[in-house]
T-cell receptor, first 112, second 116 residues
Framework: LAKTTQPISMDSYEGQEVNITCSHNNIATNDYITWYQQFPSQGPRFIIQGYKTKVTNEVASLFIPADRKSSTLSLPRVSLSDTAVYYCLVGDPSNSGYALNFGKGTSLLVTP | DTGVSQNPRHKITKRGQNVTFRCDPISEHNRLYWYRQTLGQGPEFLTYFQNEAQLEKSRLLSDRFSAERPKGSFSTLEIQRTEQGDSAMYLC??????????????FGPGTRLTVL
């Protein structure tokens, strides 16, 4: 499984754009990059998934450079409710034995 | 609500007792996963099912842990002779797994276990 490295914590003010970068130097050819969000005492919530270039949905954008050795989750204009832990995961979700390999994630604190 | 549900949401038990948790996946999802999460850590994979078949169980933490999915719908996770170290959040996830596709797992709210 590809190892991921992301900042332990980040702080932001309301209304700012937040970018969380994840390093995954040994990503395999068939691996996807997936991000989950988790609030205290809740299960993780799927945010976005991508393989290359850029993916955007109503919640976030995911930027993946050509070498795929890193990726950046971008949260536009964060609010207090975006305070949560964000997990970057790398793996092949089409693999029969695939299970999510969570690290410690990035704890994002949004303040007024 | 068509999401993954888990019951109970909270369980307090005394050391040595057996506990059982239930997970109801999203309807018609063929895969069901169990994870455990301790304070300050990300979820840790335990086991998963494809329909009623348990395809991976080597990551269950000890032989005190067992899981079933008898009819390929809901699943139960049982912990026998609980220990204080079993205190954690137990999470269930499900997915509609298809070979060759980027399958997404959807999580339930979890069951918080406290062993006294």
């Amino acid at each position: 499984l590809a190892k991921t490295t992301q900042p332990i914590s980040m702080d932001s003010y309301e209304g700012q754009e937040v970018n969380i970068t994840c390093s995954h130097n040994n990503i395999a050819t068939n691996d996807y990059i997936t991000w989950y969000q988790q609030f205290p005492s809740q299960g993780p919530r799927f945010i976005i998934q991508g393989y290359k270039t850029k993916v955007t949905n109503e919640v976030a954008s995911l930027f993946i450079p050509a070498d795929r050795k890193s990726s950046t989750l971008s949260l536009p204009r964060v609010s207090l409710s975006d305070t949560a832990v964000y997990y970057c995961l790398v793996g092949d979700p089409s693999n029969s034995g695939y299970a999510l390999n969570f690290g410690k994630g990035t704890s994002l604190l949004v303040t007024p | 609500d068509t999401g993954v549900s888990q019951n109970p949401r909270h369980k307090i038990t005394k050391r040595g007792q057996n506990v059982t948790f239930r997970c109801d996946p999203i309807s018609e999802h063929n895969r069901l996963y169990w994870y455990r999460q301790t304070l300050g850590q990300g979820p840790e994979f335990l086991t998963y099912f494809q329909n009623e078949a348990q395809l991976e169980k080597s990551r269950l933490l000890s032989d005190r842990f067992s899981a079933e999915r008898p009819k390929g719908s809901f699943s139960t996770l049982e912990i026998q002779r609980t220990e204080q170290g079993d205190s954690a959040m137990y999470l269930c996830a499900s997915s509609q797994w298809t070979s060759g596709r980027a399958n997404t797992q959807y999580f339930g709210p979890g069951t918080r276990l406290t062993v006294l």
